[in-house]
């Protein structure tokens, strides 16, 4: 029963990646990353359940918390970055 | 027996719809329309699956850590993508026009 | 069923690596390592390993990507064109020999989980009999460790301490020492404006720090212990520096605070074996530190991998400020 999700979600992985990969603007690869991050959360789940092992969902939550950070991280470092060169265009700073 | 059936209808149906965020994710045109396929199942499909899982073991301590990393993923998605989509939106990403060419 | 899921993980992986040397942007580089380290952690995790799947995705997915983040910050965007196309013949001829000869040795290798495998016949029995009868906690890891080869833990415990020395003496504000100056930082965070993540940042983020009290204490019980609560509670405090400004987090938690809790930590742990020499006992022999050798070795279990947290945690955001707090 696990191994129909745990296929689902392992495509979605993939196609993630594919977007990661692809995507033009680094928007695209930020929104590939986070997606990428909450299926990771969801097979640690579906895989916990599978091996019987249910203590490690302690695992799946540290994970949700650290894919928050990091995509609130990226964003405040690419807008930092834009504003800097900004700032050095307009001679300032 | 039918938490079992149950739970696989559940857990099924969210592998189906994370699926469709996936393919979501690829084949659409723009960032905004990709966003929204992503994370309208980034909330969907976690609460399907891990429902699902949850029917697996009854009332017990995993099934409240289940809803706890249900209630996190819930709170911190709909967040992330408003900073996303408001990062890409200041910095000047503007949605792609639809063809409106013929007629 | 191993091997599908290490069938897809292990591509993903090939294909994220091959991405991140290709990729001449160096941001998209960065978002593709923390998918690299997404990927380490759930390969660690079907392989059964939980204490170092939760370590990578704690320490890889999340600080690393921050600090390469904050040293982005610093360089510029792309990456420099090297002259690539001399001796590309020479690389990759040497590259596919290291591959084949590797491949073929991998034959030789016994299967994942076979108990007859050399891994798990010398000191792995010892260790998994023993751990009941000498220190009585449910997660074998944890015993190794921080018991029986607390040394080595020592050992990593300074090296961490050191990692943090040689980020501050590098990065440090040469006109005010070695430690960033308290001041506001000229541009601040562009995510202050914004009402909706700073809320819901600021409910989350004494989950957080909670979260990682849990991790660091459970450690005995289940997947956890000093290093991966470390990361986490490091990771909290990063969250607040990102909703509020570096300057905020810098008045919450102070460097010399931090110094002192990297620097305290270390030698909390230092000081237990000292204390276990003072005993009557050798170096980092905890059953001399109760009545009860059990008793003992469990108590000195939680004081060391409490010195670890504490340093994981001084150290990580030590650097982290290095990095923020430079040239603003």
């Not at chain 1, 930020?30 to 640690?44: C, E, P, Y």
């Not at chain 3, 904050?70 to 020999?97: D, H, Q, W």
């Not at chain 3, 007859?116 to 890891?141: F, S």
């Not at chain 3, 074996?273 to 939680?302: E, H, N, R, T, W």
Request: aromatic content about 8%.
């Amino acid at each position: 029963m696990y191994v129909v999700v745990s296929f689902a979600i392992l495509l979605t992985m993939c196609m993630a990646l594919a977007r990661a990969l692809l995507g033009p603007t680094v928007y695209d690869r930020v929104l590939a990353v986070n997606m990428f991050g909450t299926k990771t959360v969801l097979l640690l789940a579906v895989i916990a359940f599978f091996y019987g092992r249910t203590d490690f969902l302690d695992l799946a939550l540290a994970y949700a918390l650290i894919n928050f950070i990091g995509v609130l991280a990226v964003l405040v470092f690419i807008q930092s970055s834009r504003d800097r060169s900004a700032a050095k265009v307009r001679g300032d700073g | 027996m039918v938490i079992d059936a149950l739970s696989w209808l559940l857990l099924t149906s969210g592998g189906l719809f994370v699926l469709i965020g996936g393919i979501g994710a690829l084949r659409m045109p723009d960032l905004y329309t990709r966003m929204h396929a992503s994370s309208l199942t980034d909330s969907l499909g976690p609460m399907l699956v891990l429902g699902g899982l949850a029917l697996q073991t009854g009332l017990s301590l995993e099934t409240l850590k289940l809803l706890i990393i249900l209630l996190f993923m819930l709170i911190t998605g709909p967040t992330a993508t408003y900073a996303l989509g408001n990062a890409a939106a200041v910095s000047g990403l503007t949605p792609a026009a639809p063809d409106l060419e013929d007629n | 069923m191993l091997v599908i899921f290490s069938l897809f993980l292990l591509s993903m992986l090939v294909v994220t690596a091959i991405a991140i040397i290709r990729s001449e942007d160096l941001f998209s580089a960065v978002m593709l390592s923390g998918i690299f380290s997404l990927l380490m952690a759930l390969n660690f995790f079907v392989l059964d390993a939980a204490d170092v799947a939760l370590t990578e995705a704690a320490v890889g997915a999340g600080i690393s990507t921050v600090l390469l983040l904050g040293a982005l910050a610093l360089v510029p965007n792309r990456e420099r064109n090297s002259r690539r196309k001399r001796y590309t013949f020479v690389y990759l001829t040497t590259l596919s020999a290291i591959v084949l000869a590797i491949s073929y040795a991998s034959f030789d290798q016994p299967r994942v989980g076979d108990p007859a495998a050399p891994v798990h016949q010398h000191v792995a029995p010892w260790y998994l009999e023993k751990t009941p009868e000498l220190i009585d906690i449910p997660n074998v890891v944890t015993a190794v460790l921080a018991s029986f080869r607390g040394f080595d833990t020592l050992g990593e415990v300074y090296v961490v301490l050191t990692a943090g020395i040689g980020v501050l003496f590098i990065l440090g504000n040469s006109r005010t020492g070695v430690l960033p100056r308290r001041r506001e930082p000229k541009l601040t965070s562009s995510l202050k404006n914004h009402l909706i993540p700073r809320v819901v940042g600021r409910m989350l983020i004494p989950f957080i720090i909670l979260f990682g009290l849990y991790v660091q204490f459970h450690g005995e019980y289940g997947p956890g212990g000093g290093f991966q609560a470390g990361a986490i509670v490091a990771a909290g405090i990063i969250l607040y520096a990102l909703l509020e400004g570096e300057g905020a987090a810098l008045r919450v938690l102070s460097p010399y605070v931090l110094v002192g809790l990297a620097v305290g930590g270390a030698l909390l742990y230092l000081g237990v074996g000292i204390a276990c020499m003072l005993l009557g006992g050798a170096f980092l022999d905890y059953s001399v530190l109760a009545a009860d050798p059990v008793k003992g070795q469990q108590m000195g279990i939680i004081v060391i991998e409490l010195g670890v947290g504490l340093a994981v945690t001084g150290t990580l955001l030590s650097i982290f400020h290095a990095f923020a707090a430079r040239d603003q």
